[in-house]
């Protein structure tokens, strides 16, 4: 999604809001400074929302009835409203009733819990609230894919960066004997400083040269790779998934999601129907789409009895019952529309058929209803029953808003998320906005998927190749000195230095007073090294294994860091929310990152342990 798409999106959602406050807040319409948007078809809950009432309480249970009566299960326009204060009323009153107008939307409930907090004198409850808020983000279908696009995201950012950091480190790790074969090449009298320029020049070429972040990177696996150990080129392979995973597949998956409405504009248009506001182009698609579209035919079915035109309605129905015969939110739908045509019977067996299909208790508080009018009282009590023995919490509130108006009430069932779901996320994907994530650190060829891939794989696999007949500087086991097979040959195999075997292992020709001030010397430098090494551990991310000499430690501590500074930075979400996630995006993405650093400090205390041990 592009930064023009992101606006739009803002600013669709935000005309939205300010056209439901013209359409919902009466008496309290500003006057307009600009061009006005266009505005959305509530299917008559405007009227029903300016009509006189006794109390905001009364008039949002009017509102909840019309709405629940289309199918409309979550008004966030009107709660959007409400929350904003066009209407009169302490704040956690109105955050009680904008709960009751959109109950499945995060943004709302956590505004409810923030008004808990201040104004309720309630913290348990907030924080009941908040956690609620989280809970009903699978059920809101534009939070779900703001949420998911978010976390991908995020995750492919901790996945690149710590992949990246601990290419870097073990590149670093690996420099000095690196370096120190690379001037042999040269001349073996090569000085310190001309064979670290030469390295470094061998490393940067491909950055100069325009690739980048990535190039740079690919530059460091290289040296890694050639020069490492073992088992740090099998972590390096670890941290290479992690960058290609982090770099192009998530952020790929990522897009889909975000942009699932931009690719398929006939779901889009279905799903502005269920919740109730269309556009004159969300009507418009739908129309062109339905003879051929059975998610559009729903959604103009559902606009046809919103617009009062039964007829069409039940035509609409009797056509997609025809196509999805057990479907049982089409028969509860249909049922509600033949009970309104005055049809009891094909109503009440199309509501026993979407009973039986589903086992919802609100297709079953409907068949209530149905045998109500047709004065089945046995057939009533025993529908009901039932109903609450399933949900008597749901059923409850239903009670609640029919007894707001004793006229039949009957409640439309929302279109499936589930079918939402599979058309937008099935339809082709588009790499505009992982394209655009990782052009300020792949600008050159390596940008493309193709490329990339098989550098940073062929880098990998032919350095590891290269690197098994590299005999490169070794570590002395007792001085830490490096040691180079070929500078000094004397030392052979030995895991020592010529010093050190002479010291520890032929004593008898050293002077006793010099052997033992030469290890106390040896023992000092040894617990620098140590605390140095304790600080390196503590405070590079992944330091911690390759110290450890166990370097897919320090992979998944690279990760996990990344992971968990993504998260606390970009709390707010790496694309603006539109309007429907509120306090519950940083909460979500907070509580990611903090448990991302726990774990991380999880592996540091075992990579410490580790390294003791050794």
Partial sequence: ????????????????????MGLLAGPQRARAQEPAAPAPQFGGLETVWRAPSPSLEARVLRTRRAALEQGVWSLDAAAQVLLAGAVAGEPLERAEEALRLAPDTPAVRMEYARALWLHGGAPVTALRAAIAALVVIPRHVEASLWFGGNALLILAIGLAAGGLFFIALTAVAVAPPAAHVLGDLISRDLPGFARTALLAALVLLPWVL?????????????LGSVFGSLRQRVALGVAVAAVWAGGWLLPNLAGATLGAFQRDPVAEAAYASARGAVLAQDLARLEAAAPNDLLAARARAIQAKRSGNLAQADAEYRRLLRALPNDPVIANNAANVRLALGHMGDAIDLYRQAASESGSPIVLFNLAQAHGLTFQVDELSRALSRAQELDGEAVARLSELQRSDNAAFVVDLPLPASLLWRRMLGAAGSETL???????????????????????????????IIGLGVRARRGCGRCRRLLCPRCEPRSGDRDVCESCFQLFYKSENADRNLRMARIETLRKRERRRNRLAWAVAVGVPGAAGLLARQPLRGVLGAVLFALAAASIVLRDGVVSDPLVAGAAGPIAFTGLGTLAMLAYALVLATSLAARRRA
């Fill in 1 to 20: 999604m592009t930064r023009r798409v992101r606006k739009r999106a803002v600013a669709g959602r935000l005309a939205l809001v300010v056209a439901a």
């Fill in 210 to 222: 325009g690739e980048g972040l990535l190039g740079l990177a690919v530059a460091l696996l290289a």
């Fill in 434 to 464: 992982a394209a655009q994530l990782r052009a300020p650190f792949v600008p050159g060829h390596l940008a493309e998927r193709r490329a990339a891939g098989l550098a940073l794989c062929g880098v990998a696999l032919s350095g590891s």
